[in-house]
Each structure stands twice: as C-alpha cells, then as structure tokens.
C-alpha cells in the first residue's frame, strides 16, 4: 500500500505471521493521531482518551496519540472550532452527548448539532441514583414512597446545570410522576462532599461516582439494559417499569471535511479499540459501559439521540426566551 495514503495496514513483513491469525487485519494510521480533547485533564473524557492511547499504542507501535487540550464553555470551545482542524483522517475531537444537542438548543454556542460530524461512540457512564449510606431509604420503592409523600422536599444533586444529570433528574421525576429538586453542584467534587454529607438527599449521577464511593453511598437504580456486574444487587429502571438506559456518551468526531473513506477507517479502528481486552478491562474497572457505535449505525442512533434529548431540553426548558 502506498504511503501516500492517509492509512496502511500494521504489521508487514514479520508481524505478517502473527496477524494471519486474526480475521481482521489491525488498520494504523500513518501519522501520529491528534486527539482533541474538549475538556480539560482528569475528568473521565481525559482517562477515556488515555485508554485508547494506552491499547493504540499497543497494537500500532510506530503511531503517537497526541493528546491536546482545548477546554471552555463546557466543550463549546473545541467543537465550534472542530471544522477547522485538518481534515486528514488523524485529527480527531472527543464529543459528548447529550451535550452537543443540548448546547445549541440552549442557543449560547456558535455551533449547531448537523456542525459535528461523530464517527464512533464508544462508552456511556451509565445514570445511576443515589442516597447517602446513613439515609433511611433503601430502596427504589422507598424513593418513591418518600418523593410522593411529600413533593418537592427530596433534593437530589448532580453536576450542572443543563447538563447530563440535570436531564436525568427531570426524566426520573417525569417518568415516575413524582416532584424533587436538584442542586446543581459545580463538578463531582462539590457534589460528592454533599451528599456524603447528607447536605442533600441523593444524586443523579453516573455509575463511576458509585463504584468510587461504593462503601459510603446505597445505589437504587441505575440506567443500563442489565444490572451492573460491580453491583448486582442494584436493578435498573427498566426492571422498575420504564425503558431507560442512558448517561453520558462519549466518543470521536472529526472535521466535516473528512472523507468518508477516512471516517470509515476511523470508526473500524476505534472498534478495534474497544474490541481489545485490555480495554475492557479498562472501562469494567472505571465504570465506563462499552458501546460500539459506528459510523454504518451513526445517523439511526443520533437521529434516536436527538429526539430523546430534544425532549429533555424541553423539560429542562431550554430555547424558552
């Protein structure tokens, strides 16, 4: 394959033998990936990216991950800049839903959803409700018992404010016909010191905060299609009756002026990724539920995406003047 191509297949020569065993063979790029980062270190779109740089690194030796940063307004500055990044098939964005949707209904960013062309979406953190270890409900029954008994007295905090948690609280509150409040918090920081201690009721939040907090904090329900193997005891919303599974998704996008040859060939490699033990290993520890969303799946699930947080814009009141 010609090296003036934007990709070529790893593995020539020696490493020949070892890949005719697989029934693929591994796709490298030819540069050094450029890996834009709309958030800024430490946060889990930073430990996402350095996972992938970990197993990429792994599998195409001769190729760097650049990890780079350009973080503001919430992600809003790297996405309204992301169309002019080259588009080379090496310069690829971290994206987040429901924050793409979201922003620009919001109508404060100077991008729009169709602006971002994703390529592959490969975790959520999974919503997941929780109450102090020391609060008398135990159970989701309890919850709800709690919630109806007296309206608008449970307070639940979360990250944000028109933010992923903000949506879940207002769609727990929707889908099971009950009234509390969320408090905003201005990061998991923040958040977590108040509900250890027991400054609010609960928090909508993600299975990470649960896992880290795993002996101070009692999970009621999370959102996934199965419950969680770190904690098997916890059911989901869809056991409780509604068909929630949902969090924070995370993935790549790249400047619309990529081809579509080069989407492709990233979309394959990021599955790859994911695909690699190691990975799974990774994202199991962490919290992070694997998702393999291509770009032969894209338009379907972000036409389901956005209609489902379209509608939790709504809730949230957002574009209202």
Same mark, same amino acid.
């Given at each position: 394959?010609?090296?003036?191509?934007? =990709?070529?297949? =790893?593995?020539?020569?020696?490493?020949?033998?070892?890949?005719?065993?697989?029934?693929?063979? /591994?796709?490298?790029?030819?540069?050094?990936? +450029?890996?834009? +980062?709309?958030? *800024?270190?430490?946060?889990?779109?930073?430990?996402?990216?350095?996972?992938?740089?970990?197993?990429?690194?792994?599998?195409?030796?001769?190729?760097?991950?650049?990890? /780079?940063?350009?973080?503001?307004?919430?992600?809003?500055?790297? =996405?309204? +800049?992301?169309?002019?990044?080259?588009?080379?098939?090496?310069?690829?964005?971290?994206?987040?839903?429901?924050?793409?949707?979201?922003? *620009?209904?919001?109508? /404060?960013?100077?991008?729009?959803?169709?602006?971002?062309? *994703?390529?592959?979406?490969?975790?959520?953190?999974?919503?997941?409700?929780?109450?102090?270890?020391?609060?008398?409900?135990?159970?989701?029954?309890?919850?709800?018992?709690?919630?109806?008994?007296?309206?608008?007295?449970?307070?639940?905090?979360?990250?944000?404010?028109?933010?992923?948690?903000?949506?879940?609280?207002?769609?727990?509150?929707?889908?099971?016909?009950?009234?509390?409040?969320?408090?905003?918090?201005?990061?998991?920081?923040?958040?977590?010191?108040?509900?250890?201690?027991? +400054?609010?009721?609960?928090?909508?939040?993600?299975?990470?905060?649960?896992?880290?907090?795993?002996?101070?904090?009692?999970?009621?329900?999370?959102?996934?299609?199965?419950?969680?193997?770190?904690?098997?005891?916890? *059911?989901?919303?869809?056991?409780?009756?509604?068909?929630?599974?949902?969090?924070?998704?995370?993935?790549?996008?790249?400047?619309?002026?990529?081809?579509?040859?080069?989407?492709?060939?990233?979309?394959?490699?990021?599955?790859?990724?994911?695909?690699?033990?190691?990975?799974?290993?990774?994202?199991?520890?962490?919290?992070?539920?694997?998702?393999?969303?291509?770009?032969?799946?894209?338009?379907?699930?972000?036409?389901?995406?956005?209609?489902?947080?379209?509608?939790?814009?709504?809730?949230?009141?957002?574009?209202?003047?």
């Amino acid at each position: 394959m010609s090296l003036q191509f934007s =990709w070529r297949v =790893w593995g020539a020569g020696l490493a020949a033998a070892v890949l005719s065993t697989l029934a693929w063979a /591994q796709p490298c790029p030819d540069k050094n990936v +450029q890996y834009w +980062q709309a958030f *800024p270190p430490g946060g889990e779109s930073d430990l996402s990216a350095r996972h992938q740089q970990l197993v990429l690194k792994k599998k195409c030796a001769a190729i760097e991950t650049i990890v /780079q940063y350009k973080a503001g307004a919430g992600g809003a500055l790297m =996405w309204t +800049q992301m169309n002019a990044l080259p588009a080379d098939g090496v310069n690829v964005v971290g994206i987040n839903l429901p924050h793409i949707v979201f922003q *620009p209904i919001e109508g /404060q960013v100077q991008y729009k959803t169709a602006d971002v062309t *994703p390529v592959y979406w490969f975790h959520y953190t999974p919503d997941i409700l929780v109450v102090p270890l020391a609060s008398p409900i135990k159970t989701f029954a309890d919850f709800l018992v709690a919630a109806k008994k007296d309206p608008g007295k449970l307070s639940l905090g979360g990250s944000g404010l028109n933010s992923a948690n903000h949506a879940a609280h207002e769609r727990l509150n929707a889908a099971f016909n009950i009234k509390t409040i969320y408090i905003p918090f201005k990061g998991t920081g923040d958040m977590t010191t108040a509900v250890l201690g027991s +400054q609010v009721d609960g928090a909508m939040t993600y299975t990470p905060f649960a896992i880290a907090n795993k002996a101070r904090v009692r999970p009621l329900a999370v959102a996934m299609e199965q419950r969680h193997a770190l904690m098997p005891d916890v *059911p989901t919303f869809k056991e409780l009756g509604v068909n929630w599974v949902d969090g924070a998704y995370r993935g790549i996008g790249v400047p619309k002026a990529t081809t579509p040859e080069q989407r492709k060939r990233l979309s394959e490699l990021w599955a790859n990724l994911n695909n690699d033990p190691e990975m799974k290993e990774l994202a199991a520890k962490n919290g992070f539920e694997l998702v393999n969303i291509g770009v032969d799946q894209m338009d379907a699930f972000m036409k389901e995406r956005t209609e489902i947080y379209t509608e939790g814009a709504a809730r949230l009141g957002l574009g209202k003047k």
